[in-house]
């Protein structure tokens, strides 16, 4: 069973507009929360994270929400540029430093 | 910085043959990964190592050996190879500082079984 899930392969939005990239996690025993973006043909790299004690983080055009009654989380990418075109992993850090990832979700902004 | 670096980017195998994938870092971190991306999956964990001389199962460990005789390499050696190991491998290190423990991945090694 999956325990982080991202429901949306993909998505797609106007330049300018608002992102909105969803995730679902169940194991709630571990409470620190990243998200990766991913390029074609590279790795992926780190691009925000959170940890339980707080509820948001804010780096530049990107926030990342955490709702722990609701174990979701959620990356807002505002505004949207072109270059953002790419694959969003969100991931939770479970024991030992590892991280278990969701599914990914394309996402294309459109000029 | 290099970073980390995984060689060879791309290998086709039949099936039935070996080889090894070799990561290497450059930032002494204590903690590496290999992982595996397949279409619809995400990137699933195959084996990990917390230091020098240590390796560990991750959640896809079958058909795979690791090793890491020096902290900056880490190993994967597929002894006899599947069309199921057909994927994008890769490699990444962390720090063991919990909150900083980002983990930097390298570009990845597309291998085929067929």
């Known amino acids: 069973d999956q325990q982080v899930k991202q429901n949306s392969p993909s998505l797609s939005v106007q330049e300018g507009r608002i992102s909105i990239l969803n995730c679902d996690y169940t194991n709630s025993m571990f409470d620190y929360f990243l998200w990766y973006k991913k390029y074609p043909a590279e790795g992926p790299t780190f691009l925000i994270s959170?940890?339980?004690?707080?509820d948001k983080n804010e780096d530049g055009r990107f926030t990342v929400f955490l709702n722990k009654s609701a174990k979701h989380l959620s990356l807002h990418i505002v505004p949207s540029q072109p270059g953002d075109s790419a694959v969003y992993f969100c991931a939770q850090e479970t024991s030992g430093s590892r991280l278990t990832f969701g599914e990914g979700t394309q996402l294309t902004v459109n000029p | 910085n290099a970073g980390v670096t995984q060689t060879p980017k791309f290998r086709v195998l039949k099936t039935g043959q070996s080889m090894t994938l070799l990561c290497a870092q450059d930032m002494n971190h204590e903690y590496m990964y290999w992982y595996r991306q397949d279409p619809g999956m995400g990137l699933r964990l195959i084996h990990y190592s917390v230091g020098e001389g240590t390796t560990a199962k991750g959640e896809v460990p079958d058909g795979y050996n690791v090793s890491r005789l020096k902290k900056q390499n880490f190993l994967l050696g597929l002894e006899s190879a599947a069309p199921s190991q057909t994927s994008v491998y890769f490699c990444?290190?962390?720090?063991?500082?919990?909150?900083?423990?980002?983990?930097?991945f390298g570009p990845g090694t597309r291998l085929t079984v067929l």
């Open positions: 990444a290190s962390s720090t063991r500082d919990r909150g900083t423990d980002t983990q930097y």
């Open positions: 959170i940890s339980s004690i707080k």
